[in-house]
């Protein structure tokens, strides 16, 4: 995992490749937290060759174990899922954890807030998918206080057989 984290030269990497690294974090943390983490993956197969920027997902699960389960003592769900609507891919990273009040997400979107992470935030990876895909691609979180917090990211749909990803996307 660390290898695969760390190896930056490779700035797209399939979605399967991905949840590959999200995988392997997640062995790491179900060490940590035994049954207390209960992960599971909706991803629709024909998706799996989508191409997305490295390191997209691995941190919005980092996130929902650090907001959403440690400070709990109760099990935390935190599923991933994945799927094509027309010619984008949608990912959801979706917990069961204490979620947030609409007050704090504005703040938490507008850089208001100081979070107590220390990793690649939210704001760098919808800055990201921003400069790679503009318009057409997005990051969206919705949350209720008790009802845990979903982030959505919708992207154009680059198969990993096309030639040039990057001159697919935008810039």
């Known amino acids: 995992m660390l290898r695969s984290s760390v190896n930056m030269s490779e700035k797209w990497i399939t979605l399967e490749r991905e949840l590959d690294i999200v995988r392997s974090y997640v062995t790491i943390q179900r060490t940590r937290f035994e049954e207390r983490l209960d992960f599971d993956m909706e991803i629709a197969p024909e998706v ?32 991933i899922r994945a799927r094509a609507d027309g010619d984008k891919v949608i990912i959801e990273v979706e917990d069961d954890g204490p979620g947030m009040t609409p007050e704090f997400l504005e703040e938490l979107h507008e850089g208001r807030i100081q ?25 969206v979180m919705s949350s209720k206080p008790g009802s845990g917090t979903v982030v959505s990211i919708s992207i154009p749909w680059i198969r990993e057989d096309d030639d040039d990803v990057q001159s697919d996307a935008r810039r």
């Open 115 to 139: 979070t107590r992470g220390q990793g690649i935030g939210l704001s760098n990876i919808q800055e990201r998918i921003r400069l790679t895909f503009g318009d057409e691609g997005g990051m």
């Open 48 to 79: 799996g060759t989508a191409r997305i920027p490295k390191l997209t997902l691995q941190p919005l699960v980092e996130n929902a174990i650090h907001y959403a389960l440690e400070p709990s003592i109760d099990p935390c769900r935190i599923r």
